[in-house]
């Protein structure tokens, strides 16, 4: 499984990412460069610098990644988007599934 968040801050981004590996929510995560979002905001269009943060995860800790996001996360609604459960190699649904469960 894939899941996205995105967030203005660089720093923030790597902690989001990393924390979320070492709390095992995650089996890897990767930092995109910055980017530029346009979105509808309190009645306005704006635009923020953001970096997106993709957490590669197993599907039965999804929910439970989602959850620590949300309650690490300083947007007051962030971007939470999970990429359809498409086919992956056998070994790649195995690492995920592997580390996301303690390494054992």
């Known amino acids: 499984m894939i899941a ?9 981004a790597y902690e989001l990412a990393q ?7 995650a089996a890897g995560a990767h930092v995109d460069a910055r980017m ?3 979105y509808w905001w309190q009645g306005e269009v704006r635009h923020t610098r953001e970096y ?6 197993a599907a039965d800790v999804l929910d ?29 649904r195995d690492w995920t599934r ?3 469960r303690g390494g054992a």
């Open 52 to 57: 997106r943060v993709s957490y590669q995860t």
């Open 64 to 92: 439970r990644l989602a959850e620590w996001v949300h309650a690490h996360h300083p947007y007051e609604v962030p971007q939470w988007i999970v990429l359809p459960d498409l086919p992956a190699s056998a070994a790649y």
């Open 4 to 12: 996205q968040t995105t967030v203005d801050d660089e720093s923030k």
């Open 98 to 100: 592997t580390e996301t």
């Open 36 to 38: 530029t979002s346009f």
């Open 19 to 25: 924390a979320a590996v070492t709390a095992r929510l």
